[in-house]
């Protein structure tokens, strides 16, 4: 079946400008996950979903950044004023339901270019 | 706060010949264990995971990790190596059910001929 997909899988913009990242997750995935990957690095959480509601945004870098996820199952990842150190591989994840531990399976990433 | 440290940044080895990846995490009560592979230009793919039980888990393409508690390790092993290997591995804790995934910084695997 379809894996996580992400939109755009490159976006390049300029310092100061809005952007939106989509996630699409596996169907029937409760729950979805916001990493950032900066270049050399592991990948470092932002945000968690369960449902439409955000569980865990405690990795949020700053009150630019803001993710929704209104039906519960695509999701956007919206970072206002962009600075040149957002520059980073954007990565979502899903997982199947919350009871016991499921695997988080990733999409391929959208990388993010600002100038 | 929860920490993975991979002690190895590049680790380059020959065909056929073994490796092992090191990894460590942060002490907790319980913890759940991964490692991810990333091949150029694609996402994150689960190698194998540690949720309880036996402490020496098999994965894909023949890896294998064991969880050792007392030194909270877990480190990844392959008796023998592709050039297909080659790739950026991940090692990641999980202290609680569904919450979030902490990864290490990776290390570089480079399978030379």
């Known amino acids: 079946g379809a894996g996580v997909s992400q939109t755009p899988s490159n976006k390049v913009t300029e310092k100061g400008k809005y952007v939106e990242l989509r996630c699409d997750p596996i169907s029937g995935h409760t729950a979805l996950y916001w990493y950032r990957q900066s270049l050399g690095q592991g990948p470092e959480f932002l945000i968690y979903?369960?449902?439409?509601?955000?569980?865990?945004d405690s990795g949020l870098p700053n009150d630019r950044f803001f993710a929704v996820r209104p039906e519960g199952s695509v999701s956007t990842l919206k970072i206002q004023r962009t600075e040149r150190g957002d520059s980073a591989v954007y990565l979502c994840?899903?997982?199947?339901?919350?009871?016991?531990?499921?695997?988080?399976?990733f999409g391929p990433g959208t990388r993010l270019t600002v100038l | 706060a929860q920490s993975v440290t991979q002690l190895d940044s590049q680790v380059p080895v020959f065909e056929e010949a073994p490796v092992e990846l090191r990894c460590n995490y942060s002490s907790s009560v319980s913890v759940y264990l991964f490692w991810y592979v990333q091949y150029p230009n694609q996402g994150l793919q689960l190698l194998l995971k540690y949720l309880s039980g036996s402490t020496l888990v098999k994965g894909i393409n023949g890896f294998e990790a064991e969880f050792n508690k007392s030194q909270t390790s877990f480190h990844l092993r392959k008796p023998s190596v592709h050039i297909s290997d080659t790739a950026e591995y991940f090692c990641?804790?999980?202290?609680?059910?569904?919450?979030?995934?902490?990864f290490g910084e990776g290390t570089q695997l480079t399978v030379n001929p």
């Open positions: 994840a899903s997982s199947p339901r919350p009871e016991g531990y499921n695997e988080q399976f």
């Open positions: 990641a804790v999980s202290y609680t059910s569904g919450s979030r995934l902490t």
């Open positions: 979903f369960q449902g439409t509601g955000a569980a865990d």
